[in-house]
């Protein structure tokens, strides 16, 4: 099954490309999204009337996500509300998004190399195929994305060929509701694919990031070759870490500063993000100054305390799982990814 996929042209002839290409598994994609609809509690007249301002702000302020989302309908032809409805994840607000990810950023003296290393594990309750696409636009512009198949608003990770690099987890708890009111002029959360399009350094894409509009929290990591933050966001307000020297930055799924880990869930509620937290710590500093690329596929790959594991496997009510594990090297300009878990995907063999 084709999983990787070039796309050229506009915005639009991008979609297309991809319907065409990913038809087979958008089709899943969609399904389980309406499945998931079925299940849920929510009330459909609301959720609708959600979806559909949420799509007019998207028409009118961001054309290009709209008309890529017109050419994935008609090149897969699938009915353009379906599309819309797996692009507008508001099927994951009927409780927490339950995207239970880890993200880490090594580089300068805490690599063996020197080089800049950005790895992500996407995790969900509900499992979504993902796909690699390497876009390139009429301006010259070139990104590599990964994401799940069909969906141009939330990519799990990605770089330019300006050298920037974007990834993000997400902030879940009962402390910080959702700005649900804000569906006509406001993202659910950071669409990583925008900073890309737009900026050329990691400063730049701060200074946009800093100014759009959002529904609810995040992590996120950028990093160009000079620069590197990690900037912790609520729906209103954002603190942001520089990385001046150490070479590591890495988040889960709660906040690290004193200025916002008080909306953080209980250990009681949420043991995984403090967990995965802790481990990737325990790792990073046990190969500090000789991380490879090997090792942060180690790192991802680890299933130290079971359910709570970085590498996560649905196990009795715990349904995450890790979908994908995605890595980009900027000085290299590659992308490597596994669909599924790593420790599945990645064949391993030594002779110590």
Known sequence: MKTVIEAKGTPYQQGVIQGEQLKEIIERNVLAVKAKMEKSNMNTERYHRFVNRNLRFMEQFHRDIYDEMKGIADGSKIPFQDIVYLNIPAYFMDEYFNQECSMLMVRGKATADGNTYVIKNRDMSMYMEQAVIRREYPDGLKIVEINGAGTVTYPACGMNSYGLGVTNTGFWSSKAPSAAERADSAHIFLNAHILLAQCKSAKEALKCLEETPRMNGLNVILVDTRDA??????????????????????????????????????????????????????????????????????????????????????????????ISSSMFVLEDCEAWTTIGNPCESLRFASLK
């Open 229 to 322: 933050y990690c900037v912790e966001m609520t729906k209103d307000e954002i603190f942001v870490m520089e990385d001046e020297g150490n070479g590591v930055l890495f988040r889960s799924n709660h906040y690290v500063s004193e200025k916002f880990r008080h909306l953080n869930p209980g250990m009681d509620e949420y043991a995984s993000t403090f967990m995965r937290y802790d481990r990737i710590k325990e790792l990073v500093e046990e190969r500090y100054g000789k991380l490879r690329f090997q090792d942060l596929f180690r790192i991802m790959s680890d299933h130290k305390n079971g359910i709570n594991a970085i590498c996560r496997h649905p196990e009795g009510n715990v349904l995450s799982q890790t």
